[in-house]
């Protein structure tokens, strides 16, 4: 017995998969006793049982007890699960145990088996987690022997599926997120390793990152924001199906995707996920809505590894974080290259920043009856360390970044308000000055800092004009930016809407958002004078904006023929290089003081008559299209 007892424990010693160590204990103990036949079934939580080992039995007899639901009446092995106690059947062919599955009863009988043993295997919570049978091939009971043997084989088993027990629960650890209960990132870098990679579109990864769990913490404290995951994490697991989701980081969550419906259209798969996590998360006192931002990638058949498809994802992430944000972007070729350029951009940004080479250049926008200035749009030029002097079209892409962008309407608004005193302690009238702002700008909560250190004096905001684009507040958070809004214009500052017509660009957003002035996009203008359907339409918006008590900006003017359609169209401003480029503001002054709305001696820009002759006049050829950038 004790050789016995120490050739078990050395195998369960050496750390064998459980179902070896059950093998070899089955084989020493039907070696033991001549005509016994040995069986071990495990018993999952559902109550269902599962072949373990058994040496000597046919394959087909043990798979055919797989998933069999333990009961009080389902033979030796159902009965002593379900019971918790030993259970001896003393003749197979009579035991009303066995009479409900005539064809296991048949099959056993037929393999010569007429008796059966069975021992529950328990763990320290009496929770049953195997049966040890024995199977004798005669009508009868176990032996004293038997009986002995057994105790001690039970006793060895439960240090087997203790230790088994253990080294899974530590794998779980390993492979599950202890919060959500997710696999983990070591689960999805696992899963996605041996993935093949010569078949393009056979599967994908979808990279979802949480935009506001650090404000849910900020806010409402941890145990929201862990609320939060675990709400995320079950969505997506239950969204995933047949697919795997895996949370790999604080915030972020992928999405291993295979489902040949969701890799066609990955995109239409992110916009599910986005309605998914779009219903509120009810709470006791309030409800929070997760919002996120997608990447994802579809195997092409040119990578070299998963790891590459899962570095695509990763990238079309980052892009739709810093453009995208509360969107989903898919990789191409080409996405990394633009990403390195905006790197680049925002790096350049952020030198001139701190050197000092940023300067508020002006272009005028004018009355179009007597091409007379009523006002200037404040743009953005950076002075590179050789004297050029670079658009804000250049480095567009850098103002995508929070920080940058917000440093950088500081250093616009500081400027123009340092110019509108220069001016208006000189005499110079110059109606009124937009400046362009950023989502980041208004959700920020610095930008009314700013105003109030920048334009103290009542006097100097009234004649400041904020311009915004639709796109800074549509989505979900759009009330709050028209809120932000609103309170600025009770303040005494303008707003304008710029870019009017392109994007997203609806009629019902007048009626939301308060604006005192509608620009509207070039590509309009550029259409005139021959597009009818544009001048309809900027017809039509004269006439609403009428009724908002707005006025009308039309931008990218470039001919005189344009200015005459626009007039005939009702609208009485325009803007564009048919009167005049970007200027330094030491060149607009000079401008200005010829040519301002306000002066009784002002005159028109040089080169354009005095009235502006009508279109049947005119034939002119019009110069290249430029933005006011």
């Known amino acids: 017995m004790l050789k016995f007892k120490a050739a078990i424990l050395e195998l369960i010693a050496k750390g064998l998969p459980l179902a070896e160590v059950m093998h070899d204990i089955c084989l020493q103990i039907e070696g033991r006793f001549q005509g016994v036949v040995c069986s071990v079934l495990t018993v999952d939580r559902s109550g269902?049982?599962?072949?373990?080992?058994?040496?000597?039995?046919?394959?087909?007899?043990?798979?055919?007890?797989?998933?069999?639901?333990?009961?009080?009446?389902?033979?030796?092995?159902?009965?002593?699960?379900?019971?918790?106690?030993?259970?001896?059947?003393?003749?197979?062919?009579?035991?009303?145990?066995?009479?409900?599955?005539?064809?296991?009863?048949?099959?056993?009988?037929?393999?010569?088996?007429?008796?059966?043993?069975?021992?529950?295997?328990?763990?320290?919570?009496?929770?049953?987690?195997?049966?040890?049978?024995?199977?004798?091939?005669?009508?009868?009971?176990?032996?004293?022997?038997?009986?002995?043997?057994?105790?001690?084989?039970?006793?060895?088993?439960?240090?087997?599926?203790?230790?088994?027990?253990?080294?899974?629960?530590?794998?779980?650890?390993?492979?599950?997120?202890?919060?959500?209960?997710?696999?983990?990132?070591?689960?999805?870098?696992?899963?996605?390793t041996h993935l093949a990679c010569d078949e393009a579109g056979g599967w994908g990864v979808l990279m979802i990152d949480l935009?506001?769990?650090?404000?849910?913490?900020?806010?409402?404290?941890?145990?929201?924001?862990?609320?939060?995951?675990?709400?995320?994490?079950?969505?997506?697991?239950?969204?995933?199906?047949?697919?795997?989701?895996?949370?790999?980081?604080?915030?972020?969550?992928?999405?291993?995707?295979?489902?040949?419906?969701?890799?066609?259209?990955?995109?239409?798969a992110a916009r599910k996920v986005l309605d998914v996590l779009a219903v509120p998360i009810e709470c006791e006192q309030f409800s929070i809505v997760a919002e996120a931002t997608m990447g994802g990638a579809v195997v092409t058949g040119e990578e070299a590894s998963a790891d590459e498809v899962r570095?695509?994802?990763?990238?079309?992430?980052?892009?739709?974080?810093?453009?995208?944000?509360?969107?989903f972007v898919k990789y191409c070729k080409g996405i990394g290259t633009r990403m390195i350029a905006r790197i680049s951009s925002i790096e350049s940004l952020d030198a001139a920043l701190r050197e000092g080479r940023i300067e508020a250049w002006y272009q005028p926008i004018v009355r179009l009856d007597d091409q007379r200035i009523v006002g200037l749009e404040a743009l953005c030029r950076m002075i590179s360390p050789s004297g050029e002097v670079i658009s804000a079209a250049t480095f567009a892409d850098a103002t995508s970044d929070a920080r940058v962008a917000s440093i950088l309407t500081q250093r616009m608004l500081s400027a123009v308000s340092d110019d509108m005193r220069t001016w208006r302690e000189l005499g110079i009238d110059f109606g009124y000055v937009g400046v362009n702002i950023t989502a980041v700008d208004l959700r920020g909560g610095r930008l009314g800092g700013f105003l109030d250190q920048l334009f103290a004096e009542e006097a100097l905001l009234r004649h400041l004009v904020l311009e915004v684009t639709e796109s800074v507040y549509i989505g979900d958070r759009d009330k709050l930016v028209v809120d932000i809004i609103s309170g600025l214009r009770r303040r005494g500052v303008r707003i304008a809407l710029d870019d009017f017509g392109t994007g997203f660009a609806s009629l019902t957003h007048l009626l939301e958002l308060p604006v005192d002035f509608i620009k509207i996009d070039q590509s309009f203008t550029a259409r005139l004078p021959e597009d009818e359907v544009s001048g309809t339409i900027i017809a039509g918006l004269v006439a609403i904006a009428g009724k908002l008590g707005a006025k009308v900006v039309a931008e990218g003017v470039e001919t005189v023929a344009q200015a005459v359609r626009l007039q005939k169209l009702g609208c009485k401003i325009g803007q564009g290089f048919l009167f005049s480029r970007g200027l330094p503001r030491g060149e607009v002054a000079r401008v200005l003081?010829?040519?301002?709305?306000?002066?009784?001696?002002?005159?028109?820009?040089?080169?354009?008559?005095?009235?502006?002759?009508?279109?049947?006049?005119i034939y002119l050829a019009a110069p290249p299209r430029s933005r006011r950038m």
């Open 311 to 327: 570095h695509h994802a990763d990238l079309a992430l980052y892009h739709a974080k810093e453009t995208r944000r509360g969107g």
């Open 48 to 192: 269902t049982l599962h072949p373990l080992a058994a040496p000597s039995l046919p394959e087909a007899y043990s798979q055919g007890l797989d998933n069999l639901t333990i009961g009080p009446n389902v033979g030796a092995c159902g009965t002593a699960a379900y019971l918790g106690q030993p259970v001896e059947v003393h003749d197979i062919a009579s035991d009303p145990r066995w009479s409900p599955f005539p064809t296991f009863q048949q099959a056993a009988l037929s393999l010569g088996l007429r008796a059966c043993w069975s021992s529950p295997l328990v763990d320290e919570k009496k929770t049953v987690l195997a049966t040890f049978a024995l199977y004798f091939r005669e009508p009868r009971g176990p032996t004293p022997e038997e009986r002995e043997i057994v105790g001690v084989c039970l006793h060895l088993c439960q240090l087997a599926f203790a230790r088994d027990l253990r080294v899974a629960d530590r794998e779980r650890r390993a492979n599950t997120d202890a919060l959500t209960e997710l696999p983990n990132q070591g689960s999805f870098n696992r899963a996605i």
């Open 211 to 268: 935009d506001n769990l650090k404000t849910v913490n900020d806010t409402f404290g941890h145990a929201v924001g862990d609320r939060l995951l675990q709400e995320v994490a079950a969505r997506l697991s239950h969204f995933a199906i047949p697919d795997r989701a895996f949370r790999i980081g604080g915030d972020e969550f992928a999405l291993l995707i295979k489902d040949p419906e969701r890799l066609r259209d990955m995109g239409k």
């Open 593 to 617: 003081m010829r040519h301002a709305a306000s002066s009784p001696h002002s005159i028109p820009f040089p080169g354009l008559p005095a009235n502006i002759p009508q279109e049947d006049e």
